[in-house]
């Protein structure tokens, strides 16, 4: 449904107290919050001014003047890094990882606090190349993140099903 900033912040002030007691806060993941960099820059200055902490869950996938504008009012990124191979990645995700680890680059240059969530997904990223790669990226930045490795799962299948598509991960 579509909602205005001052509606999703009444939906988030509503949590006010469980944040305070357990120190959370605001997680915008999707799709791709980024895709709505409007939205999402007038979101994170509302969450500022009432001192809600804030994570932005991304692929990176967005122009680095995107990312920079928001960087300032976000307190965690959560970034997703799939295959570092651009070939491999165009084929699997229909997009380049150019700017993709470029951004990361420079959030980590700017001294932006990541972490990186590297989904395994048996059969295409999961081998070691992709793993050394990765490895050999992330050490190369300024700021090293923590990495948490995220298992494959097959949330995904019913949702095909429902939509009388074939999942092609069984």
């Not at 799939?82 to 491999?88: A, F, G, I, S």
């Not at 923590?146 to 069984?170: C, Q, T």
């Amino acid at each position: 449904r579509e909602m205005t900033v001052l509606q999703v912040i009444n939906e988030i002030e509503r949590d006010t107290v469980f944040y305070e007691q357990s120190g959370g806060g605001v997680t915008f993941t999707g799709g791709e919050p980024l895709a709505q960099p409007s939205f999402l820059l007038d979101l994170l200055s509302a969450c500022r001014t009432r001192t809600l902490h804030t994570i932005v869950d991304t692929s990176g996938f967005a122009p680095w003047p995107i990312l920079d504008e928001i960087r300032p009012l976000v307190d965690l990124f959560l970034y997703d890094l799939k295959l570092m191979d651009n070939t491999r990645h165009l084929q699997w995700t229909g997009v380049s990882n150019t700017d993709i680890l470029s951004n990361l680059r420079q959030l980590s240059e700017v001294g932006s606090r990541i972490l990186i969530r590297l989904p395994l997904i048996p059969g295409i990223n999961d081998d070691g190349e992709n793993l050394r790669q990765t490895g050999e990226f992330l050490a190369s930045l300024p700021h090293v993140p923590p990495v948490e490795l995220v298992p494959y799962h097959n949330m995904a299948e019913a949702r095909y099903a429902g939509l009388g598509r074939g999942y092609g991960m069984e």
